[in-house]
């Protein structure tokens, strides 16, 4: 007599059979993510598109990329909604305004977070393409914001494109977080390649599996949560607010010791003056908001010579709820870069000439203002005005 084998194919092979229904369960809560698709999926999955694990600034702008972006408030008013596009190098573009510059032009580097990059508006209303409108033409602005930068992420970004795109100047706009952003970049850079592979290896799942995003869905709505969005009455129109951009600049705080700074951020920020200075381009910071770590990081350039203005942008100026800056707050922005790179304005010490104004009938644009940064006086600047 043959002995009967006791039970069915579960009993025979546990293990097996359990996998392939949870295979099975995994990939029909799959398809039911992407058919039913909610928002706050959806724009998880959309940030991933367009962003990419980074074994340098920890996370970067994956090349081209365009996504539309969008939450909503409480009462269904669109809190931002905006189209993020990138171009092959892995910067945000304006799609509208693209174009091939000439041979031999020259580039301005704007750097930092989201506030540089434009978050919450579209390319076309980012403080960089609103100063590349401003500026006369020859001198190409990029917009090399990401969000989620800090000084080394966005000076390294600077410098994997100083190649193809040289700089004549770099603005980095320093926000209070940046300290912390570092801090993750570097215990980012400090895995091993292994490491590095299988967060790559997971970044990519991410990217092709809604079931892989819903931790992050849940985070960002978390995140953006907001109530009802103002009435017509509570804001002004943003196209019809002027503002008079040194107005933006806060007054020089009180002498302090600087203490123990984070040493990593303010190594790049070392790092990138020289880099800077070796090719006779000049370097801006615009310190964002009177908090301790912007006082820090104020008093830190300014010991070390390096050209920076401490500013804050008032809530009429930000995006209600999010604390972005609004389609007028980055017009005051780049109204503000504009007036410093013009006017030559250098709190850090650095030599100042200027050209003497033409005779009176000359106009505006005849007259001419030329800086140097005191390293290298055959590089000086020249702006018509």
């Not at 819903?214 to 017509?232: D, E, I, K, N, S």
């Not at 009455?233 to 600087?258: C, F, I, K, M, Y």
């Not at 995006?319 to 609004?326: C, M, S, T």
Request: net charge neutral; proline share 8%.
């Amino acid at each position: 007599m043959t002995d009967q084998k006791p039970g069915g194919r579960f009993e025979r092979h546990p293990r097996l059979t359990g996998a392939g229904l949870l295979a099975g369960a995994l990939v029909v809560v799959e398809l039911a993510l992407r058919v039913a698709a909610p928002a706050p999926l959806a724009f998880a999955q959309a940030m991933r598109r367009v962003h990419g694990y980074s074994r340098v600034a920890r996370v970067d702008l994956r090349p081209s990329q365009s996504v539309h972006l969008r939450v909503d408030r409480s009462d269904g008013q669109a809190l931002f909604d905006f189209q993020l596009t990138t171009g092959p190098e892995g910067f945000r573009i304006d799609e509208a305004s693209v174009g091939e510059p000439p041979p031999g032009a020259r580039f301005l580097h704007a750097i930092g977070d989201s506030y540089t990059m434009g978050w919450g508006v579209d390319a076309a209303s980012s403080y960089p393409a609103r100063l590349a409108r401003r500026l006369e033409p020859g001198l190409h602005v990029l917009n090399l914001g990401v969000d989620g930068f800090g000084a080394i992420g966005a000076t390294a970004k600077s410098r994997g494109l100083a190649g193809g795109f040289p700089p004549a100047c770099a603005v980095y706009l320093f926000s209070p977080n940046d300290f912390v952003d570092d801090l993750r970049v570097a215990a980012v850079a400090d895995r091993g390649a292994f490491a590095h592979a299988v967060q790559e290896a997971v970044d990519g799942l991410r990217r092709s599996s809604y079931l892989a995003g819903v931790p992050f869905a849940l985070r960002y709505r978390l995140q953006f949560r907001a109530g009802p969005g103002p009435t017509a009455g509570e804001t002004e129109d943003e196209g019809t607010q002027a503002v008079d951009p040194t107005t933006l600049l806060l007054p020089e705080p009180e002498p302090a010791a600087l203490g123990a700074p984070p040493g990593r951020t303010f190594t790049a920020l070392l790092q990138y003056r020289d880099f800077l200075a070796e090719r006779g381009a000049r370097f801006l910071v615009l310190v964002l908001s009177n908090q301790p770590e912007s006082l820090a990081a104020y008093r830190f350039c300014r010991e070390q010579g390096i050209e920076a203005h401490l500013f804050d942008v008032p809530p009429a100026l930000r995006i209600p709820d999010e604390g972005h800056f609004n389609a007028a707050g980055n017009e005051a922005v780049a109204g503000l870069v504009e007036q410093l790179l013009r006017e030559g304005r250098d709190t850090a010490g650095a030599r100042m000439t200027r050209t003497p104004d033409p005779p009176p009938g000359g106009g505006r644009r005849a007259r001419r203002a030329e800086w140097t940064s005191g390293r290298r006086a055959t590089d000086a600047w020249t702006w018509r005005r």
